[in-house]
């Protein structure tokens, strides 16, 4: 979308349409979003464990993760050199650092976004999974944007 | 804490029979034949005496002094008698008899009020359904392993009698002896965490090793895991991780979690080294028992043959461990020493025909090569080897500083070699592979020990909005949180998020 009546038109179009194919649906709204520069995309998430708390993961993004498994876990909470650790301990990791006249990415980006999960799940054991998938990583210095993100909460009473 | 338990000054056996091959018999006849000094009393209200000692009719009304109580009745006899042993004040009571949590929830039950009546009392109960204990310090075989283990450094956590009983016939073959041995059973009270800090604090422990099926808490085991690896290696091998646990989980990370994934990160944030195999819990245990701890991760090879010289070094560059480069003056050192043929790189090539002189040329430039950390010895049954000459005239060389790995290749020509390692204290191991796998631990190991202090950074973040929004999403029961809503509450914890609305209408 190039303009505001482009959003516009697009909006009223998908509300047209809606109401055609799935007249039951019942919509809170269309999320307008500025697009996004492009980047490398990672996954960053947390799931609870029941024993050990907390679990943080990272992963390259697409079949890095879907197909390789090329992911890292980490106990919450964890320091700067765990989450730079992380990164490291990936295959993924030479795509990360560039290769081949690629440039690498902001790691300290994606660093700091593992150490503030984190901290968010350290503080709310309500969050019993997140995800922020993709997490878009640009050159260094830039700082990475959640272009998506999921959670799931559990009870408090289950929470530990 | 623990004292009664791994030193008792008396011990009563409860439910001795005097039929040998019983449970309650056995234990007294390997006190009695471990030598143990203290005073054994069995108790047993029909028998006068039982293998030479009087028997106490029961334990109720002693006047005696009793450290530790040790009761094989059968199940159904198990809550009184632990009530008797209450009552005579005993310091801790081991419950060997089966037949509670394993045969299912009546079991578990009756289990649980042993434990809670214990605990009440404030002592230590160990199993049920175990093994029993072993405390070579103490000459104190009070088990039903009839295998008295020399006295060593190493000591034993399992969750399993048989892996005890495994690791001690083991022990006796490789000469590794034993500190200290507690077969947990079903951790009714006692679990890993109470006796990993009872170990750490154990003198005669070098090394623990410890065999498990699971954890009792996490939280308690990471933090007694890391505290006794801040002391001492601490290697685990846990069994039971492949069971599929399905479970429902709505995100990547949920999907690709698991039991076995959270093992893999609480050993790691807790420094526990991790054993994948029988043979890798002894190899392991046996290297960190003999040899120091290396300063760093570059590792000389010597060999006399080139083909297991280059799967040493594969396996070291494979293990993240680095192939050394010997310093100029070293090298040219031991040119003089090495027939002209033999390869002075790394690895170091003595050749087919090397007769132990060689060897202990190749090691003393190692021991004294500032570029080299660690040294890896691979021997093979050629037509001048002369393996039990050579394995004593490493062990002689050897000055102890840096640790050294030795593999002798082969079956029956180099067992003598490998019995005179074993006697030497110089860990042996059949193959490069493995060698170099336990030389990997110890690398690590060292580096985890050598940590900077753990300083987890706290972001400056607007905790109360995140609060408001789980609170309400918790009280109209809306657990899922989708696009919208995540990224509010990632805002709140300082990510960037792309600028954007929610939009209600077509107007813009």
């Keep these: ?98 290769k081949r006249g690629h440039k690498g990415v902001d790691l300290a980006g994606i660093a700091n976004g593992l150490q503030r999960i984190s901290q968010l799940t350290t503080d709310f054991p309500q969050i019993a999974e997140l995800d922020i998938n993709p997490f878009i990583v640009g050159e260094t210095g830039t700082e990475p944007v959640v272009a998506d993100a999921r959670m799931t909460l559990q009870s408090f009473e289950v929470a530990r | 804490m623990l004292t009664p338990l791994f030193y008792p000054e008396s011990i009563a056996v409860l439910g001795v029979s005097r039929t040998p091959g019983k ?25 006068p005496e039982v293998l030479g000692l009087p028997c106490l009719a029961e334990i109720r009304k002693t006047k005696e002094k009793i450290d530790l109580c040790i009761i094989a009745l059968p199940s159904s006899m198990v809550l009184e008698s632990v009530r008797d042993c209450l009552e005579a004040r005993a310091g801790a009571i081991a419950v060997i008899s089966s037949g509670f949590k394993e045969t299912g929830a009546e079991g578990a039950e009756l289990q649980r009020r042993i434990a809670e009546l214990c605990q009440s009392h404030k002592v230590p109960l160990l199993g049920p359904n175990c093994l029993g204990l072993i405390n070579t310090e103490h000459r104190m075989n009070a088990s039903f392993a009839s295998r008295m283990p020399s006295p060593g450094c190493i000591s034993v956590i399992s969750q399993s009698g048989a892996i005890c009983t495994a690791l001690l016939d083991l022990a006796a073959a490789r000469h590794t002896g034993i500190a200290k041995m507690v077969s947990m059973g079903n951790k009714a009270d006692l679990n890993e965490g109470d006796l990993l800090i009872a170990l750490a604090a154990d003198p005669q422990t070098k090394v623990i090793i410890a065999y498990l099926e699971d954890i ?117 050192a031991l040119r003089q020493k090495l027939p002209s043929a033999a390869s002075i790189g790394n690895p170091i090539d003595v050749l087919g025909d090397a007769e132990p002189d060689r060897y202990v040329a190749a090691l003393e430039a190692a021991q004294e090569d500032e570029a080299v950390d660690a040294v890896v010895i691979i021997l093979t049954p050629q037509a001048m080897t002369k393996p039990a000459e050579t394995a004593r005239a490493i062990a002689r060389s050897n000055k ?107 107007s813009t």
């Design chain 2, 400 to 506: 102890g500083e840096k640790p050294v790995v030795v593999a002798f290749m082969g079956g029956a020509d180099v067992m003598p070699g490998r019995d005179e390692l074993v006697a030497a204290g110089l860990p042996d191991y059949p193959s490069p592979e493995r060698a170099v796998a336990a030389l990997q631990a110890l690398v690590e190991y060292a580096a985890w020990r050598k940590r900077p202090p753990r300083m987890v950074a706290r972001f400056p973040v607007n905790r109360r909005r995140v609060e408001r929004i789980i609170t309400r999403r918790l009280r109209t029961n809306r657990l899922q949180i989708g696009e919208v809503k995540a990224k509010s509450i990632l805002a709140a914890y300082g990510f960037q998020i792309p600028q954007g609305y929610l939009a209600t209408n077509g």
């Design chain 2, 23 to 47: 449970v309650g018999h056995d234990i007294v006849a390997n006190l009695l034949a471990g030598g143990y000094a203290g005073r054994i009393i069995p108790v047993n209200p029909a028998a």
């Design chain 2, 216 to 332: 009792a808490c996490g939280d308690e085991f990471v933090k007694a895991a890391t505290e006794a690896s801040s002391k001492k290696p601490v290697i685990i091998l846990k069994a039971g991780t492949t069971v599929a646990g399905q479970k429902a989980a709505s995100s990547h990370t949920g999907v690709l979690a698991g039991e076995e994934i959270a093992y893999g990160a609480a050993f790691m944030r807790s420094g526990v080294i991790r054993a994948d195999n029988f043979e890798a819990l002894a190899d392991y245990g046996a290297l960190f028992a003999m040899q120091p701890l290396p300063k760093g991760k570059r590792v000389l090879i010597i060999t006399n043959a080139g083909g297991p010289g280059t799967m040493a070094a594969d396996a070291v560059e494979k293990a993240g461990m680095i192939v050394a480069t010997l310093d100029r003056n070293t090298a040219s």
């Design chain 1, 1 to 98: 979308m190039t303009s505001g009546d482009a959003v516009a038109d697009a909006y009223d179009l998908m509300m047209l349409r809606i109401a055609q194919r799935a007249p039951e649906a019942w919509i809170e709204g269309i999320y307008v979003e500025k697009m996004l520069s492009r980047g490398l995309e990672v996954i960053i998430g947390m799931n609870r464990d029941p024993q050990f708390g907390p679990m943080l993961m990272f992963g390259l993004g697409g079949i890095f993760v879907e197909v390789m498994k090329d992911v890292t876990f980490y106990l919450a909470p964890i320091t700067n050199e765990e989450a730079i650790q992380m990164l490291m301990s990936t295959r993924s990791y030479e795509i990360l650092k560039g």
